[in-house]
């Protein structure tokens, strides 16, 4: 099985480059993906400031999107989680999105729920489903406390095994001085996190949630979408299989897909351009 994404493209033919592709191929899907704790604790002064940052966030984002014009599908994905978690908003082009205020539900902070619901949907036949090309998702976790689960690590180590997870971008903020200073908070954002020394930043009065969530993903998303593709980002991926030398029969993708080779049909797999 591939274990990574240039393994994944190995073998493949590479043919002309985005500016060769005509329509809907030559325009990049980005989607972030925004993880809020909705548990008791952040009733009240903290989920007024976490709704705040979206309102305050959002049109910046579509402000961006009309810069970047057709280079960039920008999309908007909410999930929330408390004791049971579930998602408030299936990716929406960010033009599209209209904020409507998150409620707190009560209850705990199940982290491995949230964490399952995210990882079903890190798929082709999810929500990295897309004509074009893909990048790799934004994804912000937002909590006030630590996990009231014990499974959320297993959880963690299969997403590490999902491609679209692990070149995401994966930040986290700790709300509240409590979160902050615990330790089984901090070692759980730490896991998620995509970058420990600079993937994790925290805001201790609620009225910074608005700064700091809105800065991170703001400067993040920027830099996203004006940096110079890595490898495979300009080159369409013909739609043949892999040679039988690199045929791992039935498996799971890394990407989250079921694929047989013996039933090969490429564009379940590929799609259109399966490229970051």
């Known amino acids: 099985m591939p274990n990574s ?36 604790s952040m009733y009240g002064e903290r989920m007024d400031s976490l709704n705040q940052a979206f309102r305050e966030m959002i049109p910046v984002l579509q402000k961006i999107q009309m810069d970047v014009n057709d280079a960039f599908q920008l999309s908007i994905a909410v999930l ?37 619901a995210l990882q079903s949907k890190l798929t082709r036949q999810e929500f990295m489903a897309h004509t074009g090309k893909i990048a790799e998702p934004y994804i912000m976790l937002m909590t006030d406390g630590q996990p009231n689960d014990n499974g959320y690590e297993s959880v963690i180590e ?14 986290a903020v700790l709300i509240g001085k409590t979160a902050i200073h615990d330790a089984k908070a901090r070692a759980a954002v730490e896991a998620f996190v995509s970058d420990k020394s600079e993937g994790i930043v925290t805001a201790e009065e609620a009225k910074k949630i608005v700064e700091v969530v809105s800065a991170k993903t703001i400067h993040t998303i920027k830099n996203m979408t004006m940096r110079t593709p890595h490898l495979g980002e300009e080159q369409e991926v013909r739609k043949t299989a892999p040679s039988e030398s690199s ?20 564009s379940s797999i590929y799609g259109d351009d399966y490229v970051f």
């Open 5 to 40: 994404f240039e393994e994944l493209l190995k073998g493949q033919e590479y043919l002309g480059t985005m500016g060769d592709m005509p329509g809907e191929a030559s325009q990049k899907s980005m989607l972030m993906i925004f993880i809020a704790d909705n548990s008791g």
């Open 80 to 116: 929330v989680f408390g004791t049971d978690a579930h998602w408030k908003v299936e990716p929406t082009p960010i033009l599209q999105y209209v904020h409507t205020d998150l409620d707190s539900n009560g209850g705990g902070t199940n982290y491995g729920k949230a964490l399952k």
């Open 158 to 171: 299969e997403l590490n095994k999902n491609l679209w997870y692990s070149h995401a971008q994966r930040y």
């Open 247 to 266: 045929t791992p029969g039935d498996s799971e993708n890394p990407y989250g897909d079921s694929w047989d080779f013996d039933n090969l049909d490429p």
